[in-house]
């Protein structure tokens, strides 16, 4: 059996999302034979695509199939192409592919929350991830990733000294709250607010990354207007409640971000804390806050509605643990966030395909 072989073989393999086969769409990366083990990588053009477990089964199907008799061991992996309108010549994290802010209009909606699971969701099939924490006046980064007291290390990259991120659970992390004490930064006031925001950016070696995901501090206000002039972003996202008190402060936010000149297309609006589930009836669904309440402000904005992620306590545990729900058991958390952020891949992508 040749590489010829399995290519020619693969041309019946059909993703279920296009209804075009696998070779025609330039899905196969690479073919690797080895005695009786064959090692197929496939590119799938977002992270978690519900159809990488047809195409894998396929796989294995026409593979065993071409082998006849022989046994042998077909490995399927995925890795994930993810685009980008930025180029290399950038002078603000040149290497990043796609900046994501996640913004909310109030305090507590749980911004962070999905901030630091939609990062992790995002980095799967080697998606390269980068979560910064620049919520000066409350970083959470450090408690929901098990890494108070930590702190990175510096490293010379052409001859300026830089800060690492540190790496956890798959992504790498930032936090300012690794670099100033809590208690300082709250006192802190305009001008020294931003400096230490434009260090936080220009210092720090992110490196190559598919996706930079920040966590932006709560509300409206000058400190959001300098981080995102600093920072190129590729898009917003709108984190919300369904409550009416929390809708209206979401609308303040859509109207800053949605400004010309800050140059910040709004990805989307995701709706927290949507519905209220119990661990011991993942069925049902209490609509504590009323319901789909985000959804409708999508809709009466234009913007994209990216998911739902329920009221869990397992999402609340995790943080306070130090282990986001992303990788907990919690398979209603999980599937919730997985779908957010094949959502925001998409968003992503198709935005970058338009510019
Ligand atoms: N879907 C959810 N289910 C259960 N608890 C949640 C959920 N989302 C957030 N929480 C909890 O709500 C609290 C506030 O969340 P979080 O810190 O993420 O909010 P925030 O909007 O970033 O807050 P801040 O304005 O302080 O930055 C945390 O204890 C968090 O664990």
């Known amino acids: 059996m040749t590489e010829e072989d399995i290519l020619k073989a693969l041309k019946n393999v059909i993703n279920p999302d296009s209804q075009k086969d696998i070779v025609s769409l330039n899905m196969v990366s690479e073919i690797k034979i080895h005695d009786k083990n064959i090692a197929i990588t496939i590119m799938v053009p977002m992270t978690a695509a519900p159809y990488k477990a047809e195409i894998n089964e396929q796989c294995e199907n026409v593979i065993k199939e071409l082998a006849k008799d022989q046994t042998v061991n077909v490995n399927v992996t995925f890795t994930s192409k993810v685009n980008t309108k930025r180029s290399l010549h950038e002078t603000v994290l040149p290497k990043v592919k796609n900046i994501i802010a996640v913004v909310s209009g109030k305090g507590g909606v749980g911004k962070s929350t999905v901030a630091a699971n939609l990062a992790i969701a995002l980095s799967k099939d080697g998606v390269k991830v980068g979560l910064m924490d620049a919520d000066i006046y409350g970083p959470s980064a450090p408690i929901m990733f098990g890494l108070r007291g930590d702190r990175p290390k510096m490293a010379d ?11 956890k659970f798959g992504i790498k992390v930032m936090s300012i709250g690794f670099l100033v004490d809590e208690r300082q930064a709250v006192v802190w006031r305009g001008p020294m607010v931003s400096s230490a925001v434009r260090q936080f950016v220009t210092d720090v070696y992110w490196d190559e990354l598919d996706y930079l995901v920040i966590d932006m501090p709560p509300g409206t206000g000058d400190i959001h207007l300098t981080l995102m002039q600093l920072v190129p972003v590729t898009g917003v996202i709108i984190v919300t409640t369904p ?37 011991e009836l993942p069925e049902n669904k209490y609509y504590i806050f009323g319901k789909e309440g985000g959804k409708r402000l999508a809709s009466e904005y234009d913007l994209n509605f990216l998911g739902q992620i329920p009221l869990v306590q397992s999402i609340r545990e995790g943080g306070d643990k130090g282990v986001p729900v992303m990788l907990s058991e919690d398979a209603v958390s999980r599937k919730a966030f997985e779908a957010f952020a094949d959502e925001v891949a998409k968003q992503v992508q198709r935005r970058n395909e338009m510019l």
Do not use: C, H, R
């Open 157 to 167: 990259i052409e001859g300026k000294g830089k800060i690492v991120p540190i790496e």
């Open 243 to 279: 409550q009416d008190v929390a809708l209206a402060d979401a609308k303040k936010g859509i109207a800053m971000f949605g400004q010309a000149q800050l140059d910040a297309p709004i990805i989307g609006l995701v709706e927290n804390m949507a519905y209220f589930t119990p661990a």
